[in-house]
């Protein structure tokens, strides 16, 4: 297993529409398992392959509590949404230290794939269904600030480049 270097917001790769996976295979297992690697060392509860530069649909997460119930999703379609809207505060492992609500479907019934390339359904609430949009968003190119104002995302892409230049400077 490895960590993977996670893109950070506004670098351009993350909004790669990523392809659905064609086989369920030794390749895709060991992507499955870096990507929770690198989820659990950075302290998330989701990960899309995107975030590592990796343009497939494949994403993991766990909202459990203590932090021992990976889930994996491969291929994952949305199948039913809940009329109901939710607001929750986000944040992404692309957009360290930034945190703000987004407003999403309080419930979400999902279809993929496990692991094992085994389909299966689920019945999401709470934090996995925000969880769940905010990660099948990043596969199509999406990141959870597009949804905040024109001025917010303006200053989050700002705070964004300094924190690198200074990362890249050694401070
Ligand atoms: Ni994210």
């Not at 407003?103 to 689920?122: K, M, Q, S």
């Amino acid at each position: 297993m490895a960590l993977l270097p996670i893109l950070r917001y506004p670098d351009p790769r993350l909004h790669t529409v990523a392809r659905p996976v064609a086989a369920v295979d030794e390749r895709v297992r060991r992507l499955v398992a870096d990507l929770l690697e690198t989820m659990y060392a950075a302290d998330g509860v989701g990960l899309a392959a995107t975030q590592v530069d990796v343009h497939e649909r494949v994403i993991v997460m766990d909202t459990s509590e203590p932090r021992d119930r990976p889930l994996v999703l491969i291929n994952p379609e949305i199948v039913a949404r809940s009329a109901e809207m939710a607001v929750n505060e986000e944040g992404c492992l692309s957009v360290p230290q930034i945190y703000d609500r987004v407003e999403r479907h309080a419930r979400v019934t999902v279809r993929a794939l496990d692991r094992e390339g085994r389909p299966f359904e689920l019945e999401a609430e709470g934090l996995t269904a925000v969880c769940v949009q905010h990660e099948m968003d990043h596969l199509l190119g999406k990141v959870f600030v597009e949804y905040l104002s024109h001025l917010k995302r303006d200053r989050i892409r700002t705070k964004m480049l300094k924190k690198t230049r200074d990362e890249q400077r050694g401070r």
